[in-house]
């Protein structure tokens, strides 16, 4: 059983930035690769970033150099900095973990376990 938990949402501006955190619970479990996603109203789910074991990294094109995904595996914590935010970011934010490290993906399917979300809001 793998637990993730994420927090760091809020209300913000355009052009500014939020830290998104994901604490992850493995109970023995290894994960392969973590990812972020989003979803906002009436729109698919969709794969921002992804982080493996090794520190391999993909980005979608909407978020390339703009957003970082990095992890901190003495506090199992995964992060998301996002900065520039617009208004079509707004959206729920989720952490998933997948066992498979190789290739990354950003599709949903290799990802087993899923967090609750927070939820981002960007205003013009």
């Known amino acids: 059983q793998v637990q993730l938990v994420e927090s760091g949402g809020g209300s913000v501006q355009s052009f500014w930035s939020l830290l998104l955190s994901c604490k992850y619970s493995?109970?023995?479990?290894?994960?392969?690769?973590l990812g972020w996603f989003r979803q906002a109203p009436g729109k698919e789910r969709e794969g921002l970033a992804t982080?493996?074991?090794?520190?391999?990294?993909k980005y979608a094109d909407s978020v390339k150099g703009r957003f970082t995904i990095s992890q901190d595996n003495a506090k199992s914590t995964l992060y998301l900095e996002m900065n520039s935010l617009k208004p079509e970011d707004t959206a729920m934010y989720y952490c998933?973990?997948?066992?498979?490290?190789?290739?990354?993906?950003?599709?949903?399917?290799?990802?087993?376990?899923w967090g609750q979300g927070t939820q981002v809001t960007v205003s013009s």
């Open positions: 493995t109970y023995g479990y290894e994960t392969g690769s």
């Open positions: 998933a973990a997948s066992f498979m490290s190789w290739p990354l993906t950003l599709s949903r399917g290799p990802y087993n376990y």
């Open positions: 982080i493996n074991l090794a520190g391999s990294t």
